[in-house]
């Protein structure tokens, strides 16, 4: 069954702080791992897409890795604007379309 | 550039009422998908559709239906709202079927 864990599910940094987001996936093939920013009552806002292991994607404080079982959301020197819960997601072995997402870190940057 | 926009962007309905959601993809964009999302949980897959056809169906009762037109906006309607229809529904687009998707704002809808 394809299925995406994230952890943890809740994140409290100070400003400066840098750490990971992990997401662990099962999926027959993977056909593209996607990251989304989800800022409260709003709708996701896509950062990256990664396809292949050992693949990296970088924007401004944020750094996406891949492997063969899982991803990682590196931010380093995080300020309090990167609050947000950060959402992970690949599409289905059923090629149906559907995303497949995890509940999501929830990140808290205290100044 | 416009992204995705969805309307209306809050809904109050009751019990056994139904509703219609709207969503216009990002221009040249021919796929939408739908997702509910409940408070503190990842988007849940509705329907993919894909040049006006249904491509994908998630698990959700019969009471969700949905529609591409030939501008490529799209229609969700849920028929016999139930108190757990609550949700913020995201309308998606995307290029081709399995490309990057782009959400919406989502329509926030309660049930009372």
């Known amino acids: 069954e394809d299925q995406v864990t994230q952890s943890p599910e809740a994140l409290r940094l100070q400003e400066g702080e840098s750490s990971s987001l992990n997401c662990s996936y099962t999926v027959s093939g993977l056909r593209g791992l996607f990251w989304y920013r989800q800022d409260p009552g709003k709708g996701p806002e896509f950062l990256f897409t990664?396809?292949?292991a050992g693949e990296e994607k970088e924007k401004e404080r944020l750094k996406a890795t891949l492997t063969k079982k899982e991803s990682f959301l590196h931010i380093t020197a995080p300020k309090p604007e990167d609050s947000a819960t950060y959402l992970c997601a690949v599409h289905g072995s059923s090629n149906t379309g559907k995303l497949i997402f995890g509940q999501g870190t929830t990140l808290q940057v205290k100044p | 550039d416009a992204g995705v926009t969805q309307s209306p962007t809050h809904l109050i309905k009751t019990r056994g009422q139904h509703v219609t959601l709207r969503c216009s993809p990002i221009?040249?964009?021919?796929?939408v998908s739908w997702y509910q999302q409940v408070l503190g949980q990842g988007p849940q897959f509705i329907f993919q559709?894909?040049?006006?056809?249904?491509?994908g169906r998630g698990n959700f009762p019969d009471r969700f239906s949905a529609r591409q037109f030939p501008n490529y906006s799209s229609e969700l309607n849920v028929n016999a709202l139930l108190l757990g229809d609550s949700a913020l529904y995201l309308c998606a687009s995307s290029l081709l079927r399995n490309t990057e998707a782009f959400f919406g704002q989502g329509t926030r809808l309660t049930v009372v």
């Open positions: 990664l396809y292949s």
């Open positions: 559709y894909y040049e006006k056809e249904e491509r």
């Open positions: 221009s040249g964009h021919k796929s």
